[in-house]
């Protein structure tokens, strides 16, 4: 079925982008097989509801007003290993204690968004990676193919799309109990506390905090003679890159009662530098949902492009409905991020701008031992990356509405520097990740307790 938009665009289908240049596709060898996963994943029943995207959609749209913040966090890609119980609530834990740092400092409500519950598939800077004089397709993510260095592994599997909405299902289902339990209400902090935060040089910072946060509670619940009901629960949403596009086609859905199409594998769904070219297949598939949409937006994004992207996507111009991420670096973001800002105001559009200051500060550092080196990322590096962005907002009469980390819940040694000063050589000892090096637990808090203070400072940055 196909709907036409008012914007001489030709029509619009779940599979509509099949007719434009797809990037970072994988070269599925069995195109039966394909179509017989897309016809298997359509039938099955979605992992969110519409209700709850339009709830995240208002949301946003009052960030980018400046009334929340949004805190957007987790693995750079999920692997199906990792769906088990400690991990996801350490996960959890880590979101929710960064975003009662951010209310405490930001004075504002904030929206949590997880990097989960689909964020299985990674785009990669060649087709193919070569070992001993053998080349074989790059790892795409758990959801594409396998890790090992052999061709049956490397070799795309339909298959493990269905594996990967499974995943997603079990990953959801566990965090809505936990909600729904009390994991996350306010009155019982302890009960997310994370083990070593004990041994944390932030201890002290982060209990003080919460003891300021129960305080508030208790003060305005003698006020109002009850509990506060509302704050028991916090909502959680879920977001993923829509990068393997046959996986979002099959959960792409029309709901009674409401007009369009809905994406209901995730609330919120992106899409990576590497594949928003404004003609491109992947913003053709984002055009036509319902939910709220995210762009990455990178030092080679021209102001040009990112109008064309933002008349693509949201020709509306409908509250909450864009959020542009900006990923610079912290050595690009003073040179790249104004005229955007520029641009995008002098065109009147209000969208929400978030920093990601991860992706546009990796680097690759020796270490003994590991001949082509150590992916990395420098604490220092990623802190002045968010502090040049709420300053350069400022500045230009814009808002920074959120931030959007990789980070992980456990203890990893992955980015260096930070309250316990990780050296270039300690990142061997807990190096987990199989793509991007996240923050670990403790850099991650410590992240949200400095840009609190820098909030407070600033007063509504
Ligand atoms: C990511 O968020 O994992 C990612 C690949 O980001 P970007 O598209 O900004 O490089
Ligand atoms: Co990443």
Redesign the pocket.
């Known amino acids: 079925m196909t709907v036409s938009r008012p914007n001489e665009c030709p029509p619009w289908s779940p599979s509509s982008w099949q007719a434009y240049p797809t990037t970072q596709q994988p070269p599925y060898p069995d195109p039966a097989a394909l179509e017989a996963v897309v016809g298997e994943l359509s039938r099955l029943p979605p992992l969110v509801t519409s209700w709850e995207v339009e709830s995240l959609k208002r949301q946003l749209a009052e960030a980018a007003q400046g009334e929340r913040f949004l805190l957007q966090g987790g693995d ?2 999920e692997s199906f290993a990792a769906c088990e119980s400690s991990a996801i609530a350490a996960k959890l834990k880590i979101l929710l204690q960064m975003s009662l740092a951010l209310v405490h400092g930001a004075r504002r409500r904030v929206i949590r968004v997880g ?1 989960f519950a689909g ?1 299985y598939a ?2 990669r800077s060649s087709e193919l990676e070569a070992r001993d004089g053998v080349a074989l397709p790059s790892y795409r993510g758990d959801i594409v193919n396998r890790p090992g260095f052999t061709v049956r592994e490397r070799t795309p599997d339909p298959q493990l799309m269905l594996r990967g909405y499974e995943r997603a299902a079990l990953t959801l289902n566990f965090i809505r109990a936990l909600i729904d339990g009390g994991f996350a209400d306010l009155h019982h902090p302890e009960y997310w506390d994370l083990d070593w935060v004990r041994h944390s040089p932030l201890a002290t910072e982060y209990q003080r905090m919460v003891e300021s946060i129960g305080e508030s509670l208790r003060f305005m619940e003698t006020l109002a003679g009850q509990q506060v009901g509302h704050i028991n629960r916090v909502d959680f949403f879920t977001s993923h ?1 829509a990068l393997l596009l046959p996986y979002e086609q099959a959960q792409t859905r029309q709901v009674p009662h409401r007009t369009g199409w809905y994406n209901l594998s995730t609330h919120f769904p ?7 070219q404004p003609d491109g297949a992947h913003i053709e598939y984002l055009r036509g949902i319902a939910n709220p949409v995210g762009v ?1 937006v ?1 030092p080679s994004t021209s102001p040009g492009a990112l109008l064309e992207i933002a008349d693509r996507l949201d020709p509306q111009r409908e509250p909450g409905r864009l959020t542009l ?1 900006h ?1 610079f670096g912290a050595h690009n973001i003073a040179r790249c991020l104004p005229p955007l800002l520029v641009a995008v105001r002098d065109a009147g559009r209000r969208c929400l701008w978030v920093c ?1 200051p ?2 546009g500060n990796t680097e690759t550092v020796a270490v003994a031992g590991v001949p082509e080196g150590v992916k990395t990322r420098k604490f220092s590096h990623i802190l002045a990356e968010l502090e040049q962005a709420f300053e350069i907002h400022r500045i230009a009469g814009t808002y920074l509405g959120g931030v ?1 980390f ?1 980070l992980t819940g456990e203890n990893v040694t992955e980015c260096t520097g930070g309250a316990r000063g990780i050296a270039d050589a300690d990142l061997t000892r807990a190096y987990r990740s199989q ?2 090096p996240r923050l670990n637990y403790e850099q991650a808090l410590e992240m949200a307790l400095l840009i609190a203070r820098r909030m407070r400072e600033g007063g509504r940055t």
């Open positions: 750079c890609a990097r964020q990674k785009p890159e992106w899409v990576g530098v590497r594949t928003a990455k990178g991420i990923r990601d991860m992706h959007h990789e793509v991007d």
